[in-house]
């Protein structure tokens, strides 16, 4: 990493807008390479040098990546006037300076939808899954209105794997879905879907146009990264290095 502004460092790890790492740093509490520093515009090499707030050298973090169970009625949005927003259940550390401004969602989730979210300061890594072309591979828990009999889940197979044809919903167009993968449990009425797109509602359009009602929707991998399922609803954490490699690699 080459040399980058003290108080660019400092907002982009959680201490604040630049103005807080201001007031920060006159409180003389910012040493690198044990020198008190007092000039926010001061360049320093985090990959070489120490740096110190309040006495704790801080790790310093290239990008955030953090993996959200989901729950029900949160919506995917910064803001919302009717809703609590995934942004929300954050800690303020992710809701201030340069986490702020940078930290956005690879993909969203329906409000009804619980499950894997993942987010990032990543710009590069969310073009790469979310691009048109990149075939990134989701994978859905999925609760089914009615049961489906041996003949039912052969049907389904069937269609699916030759790419299903939806119909339109609300501002979006009828459409022709790619090839997609039913798995089925020993419940009749939960299967596991993966697909590999990411239309307006594509799951539920795609078991609709099936003759069945989506009830209940699980997101519990993304191109093979799988869902911590120790995580509760609205809880989340840090990716380790090798699932932000998996992420990246598919």
Known sequence: MSTERLDKILSHNGFGTRKDVKHLLRKQTVLVNGQVILDPGFHTDPDKDSIVVDGEEIAVSKNVYLMMNKPQDVVCANKDGLHATVFSLLDPVYQTGWNLENLHLIGRLDIDTEGLLIFTTDGKLTHKIISPKSGCSKKYYVGLESSLSEEDKKSYTDKLKAGIHIGPEGNEPEADCLPAVIEFTDQADKVFLTITEGKYHQVK??????????????????????????????????????????????
Request: hydrophobic content about 35%; glycine content about 6%.
């Open 205 to 250: 359009r795609m078991f609709s146009a099936l003759g069945n009602k989506v009830v209940y929707l699980k997101r519990v991998s993304m191109s093979g990264l799988q869902l911590d399922e120790s995580l509760k609803t609205g809880e989340y954490r840090h990716l380790t290095p090798e699932e932000v490699q998996q992420l990246s690699c598919f």
